[in-house]
């Protein structure tokens, strides 16, 4: 399991993620090769500064503010460092479904930042940084009439000048302990 809390420019927003907790489990399978199994990925919504305006109304509380809510995208490869997200948009002028990579979810490949760090032997806790600074940011989809401005809000698509750092921590137990 690692937790970490990513810092993403994406488009013209830019945001600390609310801690993202992902569960999953690896190591060597019987013929030798790295095998890997998906478990869970668990965040909360992150309010973006200026709300839907991008200005000091879309602070207000009631009707203008935007969240964004990191989501699984349906890949992990934590020996290679890829992963997909998909980023849900929230707030009370957006439809439900309101998604930036929603059919093609954002696709990351991170690199190390330096050399990871035992924190603690026992229980084992290790700290890493990684960042990807290629990644392209696709425009929201599912907006509704709103879909449009949010693009152009938030600099949507965006082929290039995006960045998560991803300062994390990792823990894990072998499965003769459990």
């Known amino acids: 399991m690692h937790t970490a809390s990513p810092q993403l420019t994406m488009g013209k927003a830019v945001v600390t993620l609310a801690p993202i907790t992902m569960t999953h489990a690896e190591g060597p399978l019987p013929d030798g090769t790295d095998g890997q199994v998906w478990g869970a990925m668990h965040s909360a919504p992150t309010s973006v500064p200026g709300g839907l305006t991008g200005t000091s109304a879309g602070k207000d509380p009631r009707r203008l503010r935007l969240a964004i809510k990191p ?17 849900r948009l929230l707030s009370p002028l957006l439809p439900q479904g309101c998604t930036i990579g929603a059919n093609q979810p954002v696709d990351f490949r991170m690199k190390r930042s330096g050399p990871s760090q035992w924190v603690s032997q026992d229980p084992p806790l290790i700290k890493f940084s990684a960042y990807d600074d290629t990644f392209a940011a696709p425009a929201a989809e599912h907006c509704g009439p709103l879909t449009a401005p949010l693009d152009a809000r938030l600099g949507l698509p965006a082929s290039s000048g995006n960045l998560m750092t991803y300062d994390a921590t990792y823990t894990f137990r072998m499965y003769d302990h459990l």
């Not at 699984?72 to 998909?86: A, E, I, P, V």
């Open 71 to 87: 989501e699984y995208g349906g890949r992990s490869d934590f020996y290679t460092g890829q992963f997909s997200l998909r980023f």
